[in-house]
Nanobody, 118 residues
């Protein structure tokens, strides 16, 4: 699976932003898609994940309520809607994929930078 993330940019605190990640290649629909982020000087952290089929979506506890992950199966694209962003959301956001049968995230996109200024 190849992943291409986009949609990052510089925004003000309180703004909204939507990130996109287009998937291509083999076994796309057999994958679970996810968003991670890595802030400067911090470890990578899980944000959210979604299956290509069904209604299952999962969030890091701290992201619930402000972030929404969704998908467009026809476009093989997932999205991360980010609302009420704050300076702590500043990070490189990466999309990733893993097989449903595995817990290991094996495919990674190049990341898109989100910078939130207060």
């Amino acid at each position: 699976v190849q992943l291409q993330a986009s949609g990052g940019g510089s925004v003000q605190a309180g703004d909204s932003l939507r990130l996109s990640c287009k998937a291509s290649g083999r076994a796309v629909t057999a994958s679970v898609m996810g968003w991670f982020r890595q802030a400067p000087g911090k470890e990578r952290e899980f944000v959210a994940s979604i299956y290509w089929a069904g209604d299952s979506a999962y969030y890091a506890e701290s992201m619930k309520g402000r972030f929404t992950i969704s998908r467009d199966n026809a476009k093989n694209t997932i999205y991360l809607q980010m609302n009420s962003v704050n300076a702590e959301d500043t990070a490189i956001y990466l999309c990733a994929a893993r097989l449903r049968s595995s817990s290991e995230w094996t495919a990674w996109g190049q990341g898109t930078l989100v910078t939130v200024s207060s």
